[in-house]
Each structure stands twice: as C-alpha cells, then as structure tokens.
T-cell receptor, first 114, second 115 residues
C-alpha cells in the first residue's frame, strides 16, 4: 500500500513565524502535491513537484514556498505565517507516466496561526 | 479551463437508503475522473476512478459511479448506505494536458446518515 505521511497532525503557530510542513511518501512516486482545504472551497493546489528540485506553482502559491531535495520528501514552507493561513494542509503523491492522476493522500496537518 | 461542480453541499439519507452524489465536470477532452472520501479529521481516500472503457466503475466500500459523456457527469451511487459512510465526498477531474497529474477538485458534498 502507498503510504504518505505528514510530520504533524496539529500545529499551533504565531503570526510571523516560519513554519515547515513535511511530507514523505514511500512508493517512489515522481509527483508530489500540497493542497489546502477550507470549508466550502474544496481542495486548492498550492504547489506541486514532478521531480527532485523541480516545482511548479499551483492555484494559490502566494505566501508559500516548497522544497524537494529528495524524491520521497516534499516540504511546504510558510515564510511568515499569517492568520489567513489557518487551514487544513494535505499532501499527496502520484506516479509519473500513464495514470499519473491517481493521487494518494496523507492524513493532513491542521494548522492554527494565532 | 477544467472545472468540477458538486451541486449538493449537504445530503442527509437514512441508513439503508440508496445514495446518489452528483458531479458535473467541464473538460475539453476525455476526462480522467475520480471520487475520494474524507472521514472527519482524516486525509482523502480514493473510492474509484475512471480512465476509459466501461462507463460504470466499481469502487471500494460498495460504491459505483457512472460516466455519462453526454451529460458531463460522473455521479456516485450506493444502493444501501451504512452509518459509517457519513463523510465528505470529493469529485475530481484530471487536468491531464501536462505530465504532472494535476487534479481539479469539486467543493465537496457532506453526507449525513440518519439512524
């Protein structure tokens, strides 16, 4: 079974702090994704990566950056956390090639910024 | 641009009743379509997917979905709902045109099951 893990289930941070969310997958997937989930808005793509050190902006990249130094690990960074970044953050991964759209999700990190 | 609409934000059904969750998509080519389920406080679990072939797709937990190209729909069904099916359900379409496997998600439908 594909396993995607996220470093924390719950995080509480202060405004202005630098926040790191980590995601690890154990199935040698090429593609990795970060989403945020807010009530009534569904999942919105923040960033994705299709290879080590490669990244592309998603629909809402402002205020976020990412890092992918190893194939299995994809980090989301909030350079200076703000209250409007309070949300549920979901990481996902998928294979490259055909059927690459089948994404597997981690359990999520619920971030509260005070 | 691709988009996905789930017209029902909340649905309540009685345990044992049948269920249909609606999903409409907008996409220029043949879409890749997915249904995911999210239990409270959890990540998303893949229920089923459609890439090609038979338009009636079977998934886990007794769910099925039917792709109807003429209606741009991919509705999720279950003949008899169990209390454990209470969750949020997301429909998604594969953005497909790149090599990156991006998905576009609907807003989600919350299912409540009455005893």
């Amino acid at each position: 079974d594909v396993k995607v893990t996220q470093s924390s289930r719950y995080l509480v941070k202060r405004t202005g702090e630098k926040v790191f969310l980590e995601c690890v997958q154990d199935m040698d997937h090429e593609n990795m994704f970060w989403y945020r989930q807010d009530p009534g808005l569904g999942l919105r793509l923040i960033y994705f990566s299709y290879d080590v050190k490669m990244k592309e902006k998603g629909d809402i990249p402002e205020g976020y950056s990412v890092s992918r130094e190893k194939k299995e690990r994809f980090s989301l960074i909030l350079e200076s956390a703000s209250t409007n970044q309070t949300s549920m953050y979901l990481c996902a991964s998928s294979l490259g090639g055909p059927r690459k759209e089948t994404q597997y999700f981690g359990p999520g990190t619920r971030l509260l910024v005070l | 641009a691709q988009s996905v609409t789930q017209p029902d934000i909340h649905i309540t059904v009685s345990e044992g009743a049948s269920l249909e969750l609606r999903c409409n998509y907008s996409y220029g080519a043949t879409p890749y379509l997915f249904w995911y389920v999210q239990s409270p406080g959890q990540g998303l679990q893949l229920l089923l997917k459609y890439f090609s072939g038979d338009t009636l797709v079977q998934g886990i937990k007794g769910f099925e979905a039917e792709f109807k190209r003429s209606q741009s729909s991919f509705n999720l069904r279950k003949p008899s709902v169990h209390w454990s099916d209470a969750a949020e359900y997301f429909c998604a379409v594969g953005a497909g045109s790149s090599n990156t496997g991006k998905l576009i998600f609907g807003q989600g439908t919350t299912l409540q099951v009455k005893p």
